[in-house]
T-cell receptor, first 109, second 110 residues
Framework: GAVVSQHPSWVICKSGTSVKIECRSL??????MFWYRQFPKQSLMLMAT?????????EQGVEKDKFLINHASLTLSTLTVTSAHPEDSSFYIC?????FGPGTRLTVL | AQSVTQLDSHVSVSEGTPVLLRCNYS??????LFWYVQHPNKGLQLLLK??????LVKGINGFEAEFKKSETSFHLTKPSAHMSDAAEYFC????????FGAGTRLAVHP
């Protein structure tokens, strides 16, 4: 079946640094990928829709300059958290339309 | 606009007893509906999906859900709970994007 992978699975970084999270579709091509954020014991919040070859579409309240999304190929979308701060610590999950990656746990010290 | 409501934030059952996780949706047209399971610190796994074919949908691990248009419901059931079923469950409706319910935490005790 369709598989989505994410890398890294967890990352710890210092405040002010930038972190890149990769999302790959392993056995299918995805023109659209979705990025979610999940706080502890809460549901998933859609951050943005990543479109191959064009700009991402951000949900209301999500800073596009803070969360940079690049969808350079049909199998790779990346999310870069720029100048990360402790409040950016969260679980980030990408998905194709119905299949989800395993998530990336980001901790900002 | 589409939305989904999971009626119980927590459900607790004994091992071997039935599971019922309730979900109601709101949609202006025939929706696609999904149930996902999430184990602690893991990604989401698709349990089953409804896409306007059979109203009773069978999924993995013995779970099934019935689409009832008259009740705008898509409740998830399993005849006999296992300890390994303890997890967070999300009911999801699909527009051009997935809209998540708040989740139901299922606890299973011996």
């Amino acid at each position: 079946g369709a598989v989505v992978s994410q890398h890294p699975s967890w990352v710890i970084c210092k405040s002010g640094t930038s972190v890149k999270i990769e999302c790959r579709s392993l056995d299918f091509q995805a023109t659209t990928m979705f990025w979610y954020r999940q706080f502890p014991k809460q549901s998933l919040m859609l951050m943005a829709t990543s479109n191959e070859g064009s700009k991402a579409t951000y949900e209301q309240g999500v800073e596009k300059d803070k969360f940079l999304i690049n969808h350079a190929s049909l199998t790779l979308s990346t999310l870069t958290v720029t100048s990360a701060h402790p409040e950016d610590s969260s679980f980030y999950i990408c998905s194709s339309r119905t299949y989800f990656g395993p998530g990336t746990r980001l901790t900002v010290l | 606009a589409q939305s989904v409501t999971q009626l119980d934030s927590h459900v607790s059952v004994s091992e071997g007893t039935p599971v019922l996780l309730r979900c109601n949706y709101s949609s202006s047209y025939s929706p696609s509906l999904f149930w996902y399971v999430q184990h602690p610190n893991k990604g989401l796994q698709l349990l089953l999906k409804y896409t306007s074919a059979a109203t009773l949908v069978k999924g993995i691990n013995g779970f099934e859900a019935e689409f009832k248009k008259s009740e705008t419901s898509f409740h998830l059931t399993k005849p006999s709970a296992h300890m390994s079923d303890a997890a967070e469950y999300f009911c999801v409706v699909s527009d051009h994007k997935l809209i998540f319910g708040a989740g139901t935490r299922l606890a299973v005790h011996p």
